[in-house]
C-alpha cells in the first residue's frame, strides 16, 4: 500500500462544519444566561469573530466543565459515558459526576447528544480544536491523549474475542461507532513511540477490518504499528510480519522464502492469545504446499480452548478436500463447519461457508440451492453494514446467474464485483476475466478483448513466489483461452494453454487444473479432434470429481460433441477419461497432448 494510502486513512477526519453553525449555539448559551447577546460584526474576520465567542462561552463554564470539554476534545469520533469517564475522572471528579457534566455541556450547546438509547456525544469540529488548544494550555494534551489511547486499546483487546461469536453484531457495530477514536488512539500510540500497545491495538483491530470487508485499512494500520521501533510483544510482530508478506506491496515480491522462515517461528510461538493465528497457520502452510505441517497445525487448532478455532478446521478440511476432487468429504466437512458456526452465530464463518456449499449445489445440479446459499451469506455479510461489497461473494452469485442463463444479471453482479475490489488487484482480474467471457456471449466482442487483457496484465504483476500466483494464472488464462477459440486465435488459445496448465498443476488444485482442461477441451473440439475433446472433458470430471452438469460452456461443448461423433462414440471417450486414474488424468489435460 502506497504511503499516501496510509496518510488518508489515517489522517483525523474533519467534520464538515460552518462558522456560523458554531456560533449559535454560543449564542444560545448567552440568551439562556440573562446575558446581552452581541452578534460579530460583519467587519470582523469571521474566524477571529468565532474565537471571541468561543472564548466568551468557555468563560461561562464551571471548573469541572471546561476540565471536560477539553479533554473530551481528543475524541474525533465522540464520546461516550464510559469513554468520558476513562480520561476525564479523577480523585475529586467520579464516573457520576462525569455523566452530569455532559449533559451540562449538552445544555450548553457544546456537545449534542447523537445517540440517546445509547448516550453518545459530539462536539463541533471548531469547539473541539478550541478545547485542544485549552489541553496544550494546561500541559494535558500528552497525558489526555495517552489515557484516550490506554482506553480505546484495552477496547480493541476486548472487542477482539466478542467479534468471533454471538455478540459480534453489537461489538462490531460499537467498533465502527469508534472508528475515528480508535484511529487516533493508533496515531497517538505511534507518535508517542509505543510500539508494544501500537502494535497490540493494530493486531487486535484486524478481524475487525477483515468484518468491515477494509483490508486497506488493515494494511494501512499494521504497517503504521510495525514501523513504530521498540520491543513489541513476539506474537504480535509475527502476525504483524504475516500480514505485511501478503499485502498489496507484496503483489510484485517473491514471498516463498520469508513464507517459510515465519512458518519455522510458529514452533517457537504460544499463538493461543490469538485465535487467528490459530486458525490461520495450517492455512499458511497448506498455501506453501507443506502437508505435514498443514496436517500438525489442523491437529492442533481441533484442540484448541477456542470454539471458533475449531469452526475453521472443517472449514478448511473441506477446501483440501475440494482440491482433490472428494465430493463427499467436501459435504461432510461443510455440514460440520456449518453447524459449528451457526452455533456460534459467527458471520464471517458462515459465510464462508455458505459460499462453498453453494459451489458444492452447483456439483450436485442444485442452482436454486447454490442461489438460496449465497442469498443467505449476503444477507449475513450485509447485517454487519461493512464498507463495502463481498467481491468474492457478489463473483459467486454471478456464477450462479451465469449458470441460471440470466446473462445480464450476470453481468451486473460481476462488474458489481469488480467495482468492489482494487484498481489492478488480484480479485479484479477473476471478475475481468469473467465479465469477458460474458461480454463474448453478448456480443460485446471489442470489450470483451480489451477486459480478458486487463485481466491478464494483473497476472504479470504477480511475482512467481507468491502463493496465488498460480490461481491466477491458471484461471484468467483459462478464460483468455476460450476466448481465443471463440474468436478462431487457435495460436494464441493455444499459448494460454501452455501457460495454464503448468500454472493449474502447481496450484495442486483439480478443480483449477480441470477449469483448464475445459478449455482445453473446447479448443480441442474447435481443431477437429472431438473424440479428445470429449476424453478430455471425462478427465476434467474425474479431476472436479463429479461432472459440472450446469457449466453453460461444458454444456455447449458436449451438446456439439455428441452431435459430431453420436452420443455412444461420445459416451465411449467421456467415460474413458472419466475413470482414468489421478496422474492419468492429470496427464490427459497437458495441451502437449493435443494437435496441431
Same mark, same amino acid.
Given at each position: 500500500?502506497?504511503?499516501?494510502?496510509?496518510?488518508?486513512?489515517?489522517?483525523?477526519?474533519?467534520?464538515?462544519?460552518?462558522?456560523?453553525?458554531?456560533?449559535?449555539?454560543?449564542?444560545?448559551?448567552?440568551?439562556?444566561?440573562?446575558?446581552?447577546?452581541?452578534?460579530?460584526?460583519?467587519?470582523?474576520?469571521?474566524?477571529?469573530?468565532?474565537?471571541?465567542?468561543?472564548?466568551?462561552?468557555?468563560?461561562? &463554564?464551571?471548573?469541572?466543565?471546561?476540565?471536560?470539554?477539553?479533554?473530551?476534545?481528543?475524541?474525533?469520533?465522540?464520546?461516550?459515558?464510559?469513554?468520558?469517564?476513562?480520561?476525564?475522572?479523577?480523585?475529586? &471528579?467520579?464516573?457520576?459526576?462525569?455523566?452530569?457534566?455532559?449533559?451540562?455541556?449538552?445544555?450548553?450547546?457544546?456537545?449534542?447528544?447523537?445517540?440517546?438509547?445509547?448516550?453518545?456525544?459530539?462536539?463541533?469540529?471548531?469547539?473541539?480544536?478550541?478545547?485542544?488548544?485549552?489541553?496544550?494550555?494546561?500541559?494535558?494534551?500528552?497525558?489526555?491523549?495517552?489515557?484516550?489511547?490506554?482506553?480505546?486499546?484495552?477496547?480493541?483487546?476486548?472487542?477482539?474475542?466478542?467479534?468471533?461469536?454471538?455478540?459480534?453484531?453489537?461489538?462490531f457495530r460499537r467498533l465502527e461507532a469508534e472508528r475515528d477514536?480508535?484511529?487516533?488512539?493508533?496515531?497517538?500510540?505511534?507518535?508517542?513511540?509505543?510500539?508494544?500497545?501500537?502494535?497490540?491495538?493494530?493486531?487486535?483491530?484486524?478481524?475487525?477490518?477483515?468484518?468491515?470487508?477494509?483490508?486497506?485499512?488493515?494494511?494501512?494500520?499494521?504497517?503504521?504499528?510495525?514501523?513504530?521501533?521498540?520491543?513489541?510483544?513476539? &506474537?504480535?510482530?509475527?502476525?504483524?510480519?504475516?500480514?505485511?508478506?501478503?499485502?498489496?506491496?507484496?503483489?510484485?515480491?517473491?514471498?516463498?522464502?520469508?513464507?517459510?522462515?515465519?512458518?519455522?517461528?510458529?514452533?517457537?510461538?504460544?499463538?493461543?492469545?490469538?485465535?487467528?493465528?490459530?486458525?490461520?497457520?495450517?492455512?499458511?502452510?497448506?498455501?506453501?504446499?507443506?502437508?505435514?505441517?498443514?496436517?500438525?497445525?489442523?491437529?492442533?487448532? &481441533?484442540?484448541?480452548?477456542?470454539?471458533?478455532?475449531?469452526?475453521?478446521?472443517?472449514?478448511?478440511?473441506?477446501?483440501?478436500?475440494?482440491?482433490?476432487?472428494?465430493?463427499?468429504?467436501?459435504?461432510?466437512?461443510?455440514?460440520?463447519?456449518?453447524?459449528?458456526?451457526?452455533?456460534?452465530?459467527?458471520?464471517?464463518?458462515?459465510?464462508?461457508?455458505?459460499?462453498?456449499?453453494?459451489?458444492?449445489?452447483?456439483l450436485e445440479d442444485d442452482l436454486d440451492g447454490a442461489a438460496?446459499?449465497?442469498?443467505?451469506?449476503?444477507?449475513?455479510?450485509?447485517?454487519?453494514?461493512?464498507?463495502?461489497?463481498?467481491?468474492?461473494?457478489?463473483?459467486?452469485?454471478?456464477?450462479?446467474?451465469?449458470?441460471?442463463?440470466?446473462?445480464?444479471?450476470?453481468?451486473?453482479?460481476?462488474?458489481?464485483?469488480?467495482?468492489?475490489?482494487?484498481?489492478?488487484?488480484?480479485?479484479?482480474?477473476?471478475?475481468?476475466?469473467?465479465?469477458?467471457?460474458?461480454?463474448?456471449?453478448?456480443?460485446?466482442?471489442?470489450?470483451?478483448?480489451?477486459?480478458?487483457?486487463?485481466?491478464?496484465?494483473?497476472t504479470e504483476r504477480v511475482a512467481p513466489g507468491r502463493p496465488?500466483?498460480?490461481?491466477?494464472?491458471?484461471?484468467?488464462?483459462?478464460?483468455?483461452?476460450?476466448?481465443?477459440?471463440?474468436?478462431?486465435?487457435?495460436?494464441?488459445?493455444?499459448?494460454?494453454?501452455?501457460?495454464?496448465?503448468?500454472?493449474?498443476?502447481?496450484?495442486?488444485?483439480?478443480?483449477?487444473?480441470?477449469?483448464?482442461?475445459?478449455?482445453?477441451?473446447?479448443?480441442?473440439?474447435?481443431?477437429?479432434?472431438?473424440?479428445?475433446?470429449?476424453?478430455?472433458?471425462?478427465?476434467?470430471?474425474?479431476?472436479?470429481?463429479?461432472?459440472?452438469?450446469?457449466?453453460?460452456?461444458?454444456?455447449?461443448?458436449?451438446?456439439?460433441?455428441?452431435?459430431?461423433?453420436?452420443?455412444?462414440?461420445?459416451?465411449?471417450?467421456?467415460?474413458?477419461?472419466?475413470?482414468?486414474?489421478?496422474?492419468?488424468?492429470?496427464?490427459?489435460?497437458?495441451?502437449?497432448?493435443?494437435?496441431?
Amino acid at each position: 500500500m502506497h504511503q499516501l494510502a496510509i496518510a488518508k486513512l489515517l489522517a483525523p477526519r474533519r467534520q464538515i462544519t460552518a462558522v456560523d453553525v458554531a456560533i449559535e449555539p454560543c449564542i444560545r448559551v448567552a440568551a439562556r444566561a440573562n446575558r446581552p447577546v452581541r452578534r460579530p460584526r460583519a467587519a470582523l474576520p469571521r474566524q477571529q469573530t468565532l474565537r471571541a465567542v468561543v472564548d466568551w462561552s468557555w468563560d461561562l &463554564l464551571t471548573e469541572d466543565e471546561r476540565l471536560v470539554a477539553r479533554r473530551v476534545a481528543v475524541f474525533p469520533a465522540g464520546v461516550t459515558p464510559e469513554s468520558a469517564a476513562a480520561v476525564c475522572a479523577h480523585d475529586a &471528579l467520579d464516573a457520576h459526576a462525569i455523566l452530569d457534566l455532559l449533559a451540562a455541556l449538552v445544555d450548553r450547546s457544546l456537545l449534542v447528544l447523537i445517540d440517546r438509547d445509547a448516550p453518545r456525544y459530539r462536539m463541533l469540529e471548531t469547539i473541539r480544536e478550541y478545547g485542544i488548544e485549552q489541553l496544550a494550555e494546561h500541559d494535558e494534551l500528552s497525558p489526555t491523549r495517552t489515557a484516550h489511547a490506554h482506553y480505546f486499546a484495552a477496547l480493541a483487546d476486548q472487542a477482539d474475542a466478542r467479534l468471533r461469536g454471538p455478540e459480534q453484531l453489537p461489538w462490531f457495530r460499537r467498533l465502527e461507532a469508534e472508528r475515528d477514536n480508535l484511529l487516533a488512539a493508533l496515531r497517538w500510540l505511534a507518535e508517542d513511540g509505543d510500539a508494544r500497545r501500537a502494535l497490540r491495538l493494530a493486531v487486535s483491530l484486524g478481524w475487525f477490518w477483515v468484518l468491515a470487508g477494509s483490508p486497506n485499512d488493515a494494511t494501512a494500520a499494521i504497517q503504521l504499528a510495525h514501523a513504530v521501533p521498540g520491543d513489541a510483544d513476539p &506474537l504480535d510482530r509475527f502476525i504483524a510480519e504475516n500480514l505485511l508478506l501478503f499485502g498489496d506491496d507484496a503483489m510484485i515480491a517473491d514471498v516463498r522464502t520469508d513464507l517459510t522462515a515465519l512458518l519455522d517461528e510458529l514452533d517457537e510461538l504460544d499463538l493461543s492469545p490469538r485465535p487467528v493465528a490459530v486458525a490461520a497457520a495450517p492455512v499458511l502452510a497448506w498455501f506453501s504446499s507443506e502437508p505435514a505441517r498443514a496436517e500438525r497445525l489442523f491437529a492442533r487448532s &481441533l484442540e484448541s480452548e477456542d470454539a471458533w478455532v475449531r469452526a475453521t478446521v472443517p472449514l478448511a478440511l473441506a477446501q483440501t478436500a475440494e482440491n482433490v476432487g472428494d465430493v463427499e468429504g467436501i459435504r461432510r466437512h461443510l455440514d460440520e463447519a456449518l453447524g459449528a458456526f451457526r452455533a456460534l452465530g459467527e458471520r464471517w464463518g458462515l459465510t464462508a461457508t455458505l459460499s462453498s456449499v453453494a459451489s458444492l449445489r452447483m456439483l450436485e445440479d442444485d442452482l436454486d440451492g447454490a442461489a438460496a446459499a449465497l442469498e443467505e451469506a449476503r444477507a449475513l455479510f450485509q447485517e454487519l453494514g461493512a464498507d463495502s461489497d463481498n467481491a468474492r461473494l457478489l463473483l459467486d452469485i454471478a456464477g450462479v446467474r451465469w449458470r441460471q442463463g440470466d446473462l445480464e444479471g450476470a453481468r451486473d453482479y460481476a462488474r458489481r464485483s469488480r467495482d468492489a475490489t482494487d484498481v489492478g488487484g488480484i480479485e479484479s482480474a477473476f471478475a475481468g476475466a469473467f465479465l469477458a467471457r460474458l461480454g463474448w456471449l453478448l456480443g460485446d466482442e471489442d470489450e470483451a478483448r480489451a477486459l480478458i487483457a486487463a485481466a491478464l496484465r494483473t497476472t504479470e504483476r504477480v511475482a512467481p513466489g507468491r502463493p496465488e500466483r498460480a490461481h491466477i494464472q491458471s484461471a484468467v488464462r483459462a478464460s483468455a483461452a476460450l476466448i481465443a477459440v471463440e474468436d478462431d486465435d487457435l495460436e494464441t488459445a493455444r499459448e494460454h494453454l501452455a501457460l495454464a496448465y503448468p500454472a493449474a498443476i502447481e496450484t495442486q488444485d483439480q478443480p483449477i487444473v480441470a477449469l483448464v482442461g475445459v478449455a482445453l477441451a473446447a479448443y480441442a473440439s474447435r481443431v477437429g479432434d472431438a473424440a479428445a475433446a470429449a476424453e478430455i472433458l471425462g478427465a476434467a470430471a474425474r479431476l472436479r470429481g463429479a461432472e459440472d452438469r450446469t457449466d453453460p460452456t461444458i454444456v455447449r461443448l458436449t451438446a456439439h460433441l455428441r452431435e459430431t461423433l453420436g452420443d455412444e462414440a461420445y459416451e465411449a471417450a467421456f467415460t474413458a477419461g472419466r475413470w482414468q486414474e489421478r496422474d492419468a488424468a492429470l496427464g490427459r489435460l497437458n495441451p502437449a497432448t493435443v494437435g496441431p
